[in-house]
């Protein structure tokens, strides 16, 4: 790959974990909501709140429970009970001030 190529993705994928982060900041926050009243509030397409979430699902980060509301199907987003945060962080693509300032934002877990 090219330098540019090699650029734009590593830019891309770091893209991708800001958003991851803000995700699990917001569901940290707001734990139990579904992944339309999350879009809804992130002003995000609940298609990718799923897409997200999945992601986080999969690193144990978070749980979705699924439930019957009003004869619908709802699936509820929560925070893992073996919340780790830090296995969202790869390191070695971020840089040392932006690993930093991802610590001070959380400023209660050590990396």
């Given at each position: 790959?090219?330098?540019k190529i090699t650029a734009a993705v590593k830019?891309?994928?770091r893209k991708g974990e800001v958003k991851t982060y803000e995700l699990l900041r917001f569901i940290e926050?707001?734990?139990?909501?579904?992944y339309y009243e999350i879009g809804k509030k992130l002003e995000w397409n609940p298609r990718l709140v799923r897409y997200y979430v999945d992601k986080l699902k999969n690193l144990g980060?978070?749980?979705v429970k699924q439930g019957?509301?009003?004869g619908?199907?709802?699936?509820r987003v929560y925070i893992s009970e073996?919340?780790?945060?830090t296995r969202i962080?790869?390191?070695e693509e971020w840089s040392k001030e932006e690993v930093e300032m991802v610590r001070r934002l959380k400023g209660d877990i050590e990396i």
């Open positions: 790959m090219t330098k830019a891309r994928k926050d707001n734990s139990g909501l579904s980060l978070v749980e019957l509301e009003r619908k199907a709802v699936s073996n919340f780790d945060f962080l790869n390191e």
